[in-house]
């Protein structure tokens, strides 16, 4: 439940703050990093519009009509814009190698970019409305967490979609121009569609948290701008928002208000951006075990078992100790490590059926166990820390720690590896001008007069 500092108004204080957040306001170093977000996700999108998940619910939303409003990146056509909206999102998230809010534990930038580009399409509006609508969407996603979490997640709600949900509407709402009645009437039909269990991870339902938040963003706006009613104060209502999703802990409203832009979570702390397409708890470890099987004296065939030691939160994520699918390895600390191990490196490659089912892989799985340090110095910062241990067939053990894993604000990745990042994704489903003018595009996106120049980038078989 909420504590008595939510008594202040949340949701009309939300309110006004979407209302007033403007790109003019936003320091050019933000935009910068927004910007460079934009264009990885749309990277991981194309890529990940051709996995399984992607290519099922294209083709049984495809087969209910729809009209030509938006793009399907990485598909061959537009379709309804809530329809592009929920691919969209669910592409971004099927590699899982989008980027991650460290306090929310989720994915701000996948349910918020796909509602706001499907909005801005819809609206005919231009770079600069769908940047700032941007920002504004993965700040509310990612500030809800500070007065939710860790509670929230710990009951096992996907915080990707709970309060992605949120963050989705708002960018939808902002790009729409919905004043303040329509736009807390937006906020109450967001707040009830927002969902998404954790159980789910590792399968195919994961990423559709993300595409069902993102559309759902989008359809709550779109009904709040035709008039559509929903409670006024759905966050701080007795039976609202953070009762439902805190049961019973409390929720520190005025921890969420007082860091709304002071300063935007994209520019401080920052968001990790994924140099594995893993879960991000699963980086640090994985960061590690590349340092060792770099290291002299490693040889892979005198391993005797592998030891890999983790925080309670990363235990409760990893779920799945003995996978036999690549979507299941991605949430897997003993699969990562033994993917690094065997092969010195993490790839798109690394994470499919095959790969994991192949023997050294599978040898290593079966001695490698895990171990939870619950003591109080244990910290998830940047989702680490964590430490690999592999004892030799000789008595000798080498071990690497890693608290903050590549492509986190505190140790990130460098402009040439996130263009590396954006063209091995893009490389074979864009052509080669496809994805030099989206490039050349997102480089000067407060410019792009609208932001269709830019989606039709992401369409194939042009």
């Known amino acids: 439940m909420p504590d ?11 309110v006004e703050f979407i209302q007033q957040a403007s790109l003019m306001d936003m320091p050019g170093e933000l935009i910068a990093k927004a910007r460079l977000l934009c264009m990885d996700l749309l990277g991981v999108a194309a890529k990940g519009a051709q996995e399984p998940a992607s290519r099922i619910a294209r083709q049984v939303l495809l087969s209910q009509g729809g009209e030509p409003q938006a793009v399907i990146i990485g598909g061959e056509r537009r379709t309804g814009a809530l329809g592009a909206a929920l691919l969209n999102g669910l592409a971004g ?167 709304l832009g002071r300063p935007y979570e994209i520019d401080s702390p920052g968001l990790l951006i994924k140099k594995h397409p893993s879960c991000a708890f699963s980086h640090p470890p994985a960061d590690a075990a590349l340092e060792l099987a770099h290291s002299p004296g490693f040889e892979l065939d005198l391993i005797e078992s592998v030891t890999g030691v983790i925080h309670d939160m990363a235990d409760q994520i990893l779920i799945h100790q003995r996978p036999r699918t690549g979507l299941q390895a991605k949430f897997s600390l003993e699969a990562v490590m033994a993917l690094a191990l065997t092969d010195g490196q993490l790839s798109l490659a690394s994470f499919t059926d095959q790969s994991v089912l192949r023997e050294p892989v599978q040898k290593l799985i079966a001695i490698t166990t895990r171990q939870v340090d619950r003591r109080a110095g244990a910290s998830s910062g940047d989702f680490g820390p964590a430490e690999v241990r592999v004892r030799l067939k000789n008595g000798e053990t080498l071990s690497a720690r890693v ?18 990042k954006y063209l091995d994704c893009c490389t074979g489903v864009l052509s080669p001008e496809q994805i030099e003018k989206s490039l050349a595009l997102l480089a000067r996106l407060e410019n792009v007069r609208r932001i269709s120049e830019l989606t039709e980038c992401y369409l194939i078989n042009q």
């Open 93 to 259: 998230h099927a590699l899982d190698y989008d980027d991650v809010d460290q306090a929310m534990y989720g994915h701000p930038s996948v349910p918020v970019l796909p509602a706001a580009l499907a909005a801005a399409e819809l609206a005919g509006a231009g770079g600069a409305a769908l940047l700032e609508a941007y920002v504004l969407g993965v700040e509310i996603t990612s500030k809800l967490a500070y007065g939710m979490n860790p509670a929230h997640y710990s009951l096992g709600w996907h915080s990707t979609c709970t309060m992605g949900a949120i963050g989705a509407t708002a960018a939808a709402a902002k790009i729409l121009g919905l004043n303040d009645e329509q736009l807390r009437n937006a906020l109450a039909i967001g707040a009830s569609q927002a969902s998404g269990l954790q159980q789910n991870f590792g399968t195919m339902t994961k990423p559709f948290h993300a595409g069902k938040a993102a559309q759902n963003g989008l359809l709550a706006a779109l009904l709040a701008q035709g008039g559509f009613t929903g409670d006024k104060a759905i966050f701080e209502a007795p039976l609202g928002f953070f009762h439902l999703f805190v049961a019973g802990h409390m929720v520190d409203a005025a921890a969420i208000l007082d860091r």
């Open 403 to 420: 608290d903050k894993a590549k492509g986190s604000p505190t140790n990130p990745m460098s402009d040439g590896e996130f263009r590396a």
């Open 4 to 14: 008595e500092k939510s008594a202040r108004a949340f949701t009309q204080e939300l």
